[in-house]
């Protein structure tokens, strides 16, 4: 059951925090909101606490109480309303080595340590700080700027952004264009300072796999189990491509690339795109062959089996989970058949979990998003097709197109290996420089 609360609180809460988006980090870093279980409620409780103290009304929406989602708007002029959205809830930090506390936010050699620093809690700031900074102005944003804080995304949105287009689709009614996770950072590829802004993502699709074979006493020999079956079937999945997709988004992305980099390079980007070669280029690549790989294929990674409860029992049913990533545009029925043709196997096949996305997206906002990061760097903005899956995934299924835009000079902090990991950290001046960023991507929307 939903619940919807107009929420009011009576705190003493300073009215410039707007003008240190630094000292917000570092307080929504303080919130353990660690997903799961996510606890989310008294980190938005608390940035409620900071609306009140600027007189912005908010609204929350919770499908499990301890989990809600906030939403607030800056009245502007007329032109067209712009979102800005990001999660508080973080993945764990079991088992990996910190040298600060992560729930303390230590600043120390000009980094902000700690948990959901970069993701995305120092997004969440810049957000949080752009719209109070609107909301202490006289003059007017050009159109509605509306704030959404939610709950859930390390865990799917199912209680966050899943719940609220699901549930309350009316929020979204006349909000074209969003501004979230993920990009905006500096990256360089092929010795090119680039700016990636997301501007489309992979869909997550999970299946389950399940063999059935000959069973019997395990002292026999036996042949066609369902172990046998499943096990050959992850050897050749784990050991072979699944077929090349050019997808408009790669095709913007890779084109993009070309048109950055060094001749000889860019070469090799346009013959990415001509699935005649996309795989032996793959090969010939020396970095980032992962991650473009990942995005011209359809991929399955078993991650879980299930099989067995005895040890001297060969088990006739056997199945294994599989974690698919699914390029824009493609179906559960379509890795499937991928699957089939691959290994040769039939097993029976389940949708556990389908969260589809557009096949396409709409460049005119990147355009206006790089402009500003080409401005401020002179480095090359480039439109961002993500291997992993992001909250945009649900704002599709209500006609917003999001951009991942946390601007971020991060120089050789490495980034993708930071995040989710130990020792996750923020330069303090990444941060300052992201919100002014923020700050003018609201004002020059749709201008």
Known sequence: MSEHDTATHEAAVSTDVHDDPVGLLQD??????????????ACIDWIGELLD????EY???????????????????????????GHVDVVPVTGQ???????????????????????????VAMFLATFLRLAAEDEQPPGDVHLLVVSDEEGGGDDGLGYLVEEHPELFTDIDHAIGEFGGYDLELAGVETYPIQVNEKQVCWLEATFRGNSGHASFPHE????????????????????????????????????????????????????????????????????FDAL????????????????????????????????????????????RAVTGQDPEFEVVRFDSGPPSADLDTFEELGAILEAETGGVPIPL????????????????????????????????????????????????????????????YAQ
């Open 59 to 85: 609204d929350t929406y919770a499908q499990d109480p301890d989990r809600p989602n906030l939403f607030s708007t800056v009245s502007g002029g007329d032109g067209p309303p712009l979102l800005l959205y």
């Open 97 to 123: 080595d910190w040298t600060h506390d992560p729930f303390e936010a230590v600043i120390e050699d000009g980094h902000v340590w700690g948990r959901g620093a970069l993701d995305m809690k120092s997004g």
């Open 385 to 444: 097709l993500m291997a992993g899956a992001t909250d945009g995934r649900h704002l599709a299924q209500v006609d917003v197109q999001s951009y991942g835009f946390i601007p971020m000079q991060l120089d050789d902090l490495p980034f993708l290996e930071l995040v989710h990991s130990g020792d996750e950290r923020v330069p303090v001046d990444a941060v300052e420089w992201g919100t002014e960023r923020v700050y003018e991507a609201v004002q020059s």
């Open 53 to 56: 103290a600027y007189g912005l």
């Open 296 to 339: 011209l294929h359809n991929t399955a990674n078993p991650t879980i089996v299930d099989g067995g409860d005895k040890e001297n029992v060969v088990p006739e049913e056997v199945t294994v989970f599989l974690d698919c990533r699914l390029v824009p545009g493609q179906k559960p029925e379509d890795v499937m058949a991928e699957l």
């Open 224 to 291: 066609g189990t369902a172990m046998g079956k499943m096990s050959s079937f992850v050897e050749t999945v784990d050991s072979q491509r699944l077929p090349v997709h050019i997808t408009p988004a790669a095709e913007q992305m890779f084109e993009a690339l070309a048109d950055a980099v060094p001749p000889e390079q860019a070469e090799q980007f346009e013959a990415l795109l001509d699935p005649d070669q996309t795989d032996g280029v793959l090969d010939a690549m020396e970095t980032e062959t992962k991650m």
């Open 28 to 41: 929504l870093i303080r919130f353990e909101t660690v997903n799961p279980p996510g606890d989310e409620k």
